[in-house]
């Protein structure tokens, strides 16, 4: 019984060191990574509010680039900068999510300016979701 009691310590201390890696495990940067799709933000915001479904089904979890117009810049709660890309809508747009490294080239940028930058979506809530960004050159 003592034999199964420390086999069972051991293989929940290893479930625990495997978990609290997973948690810690830092997430990859998309600076090299290459975009599966390329495209406006017109045509993405325009693809999400004519066929949600469809368009989850294409991006969700993928790496894409989006070009188009910056709407707003602010920086959130968590230190991450917000960019809103302009489109179609009057309303809503693309919320990109820049991480803090980019904070100087964000600097750079101004309502108005043309924009390029590569990120993972996540879906639409009001605005098309992109998470991870980077702001490309």
């Known amino acids: 019984m003592i034999k199964l009691f ?38 993405l915001f325009r693809q999400f509010e004519n066929d ?4 989850n089904k294409k991006y969700l979890g993928k790496i894409i680039e989006v070009n188009g117009k910056v709407r707003d810049l602010s920086i959130g709660d968590n230190g991450e900068l917000n960019l809103i890309m302009a489109s ?4 809503f747009g693309i919320n990109c999510g820049i991480g ?19 990120g993972e979506c996540t879906g639409i ?3 098309v979701v992109l998470t991870r960004c980077v702001i490309v050159n």
């Open 100 to 118: 803090n490294s980019s904070e100087m080239q964000y600097k750079n940028y101004k309502v108005g300016d043309s924009i390029l930058v590569k």
């Open 88 to 91: 179609e809508s009057d309303m």
């Open 125 to 127: 809530s009001m605005d």
């Open 52 to 55: 949600e479904a469809a368009a």
């Open 6 to 43: 420390k086999i069972g310590i051991v293989i929940a201390l290893l479930a625990g060191g495997y978990a609290w890696y997973l948690y810690n495990k830092p997430v990859a940067k998309l600076d090299n990574a290459d975009a599966e799709y390329s495209l406006n933000a017109d045509e």
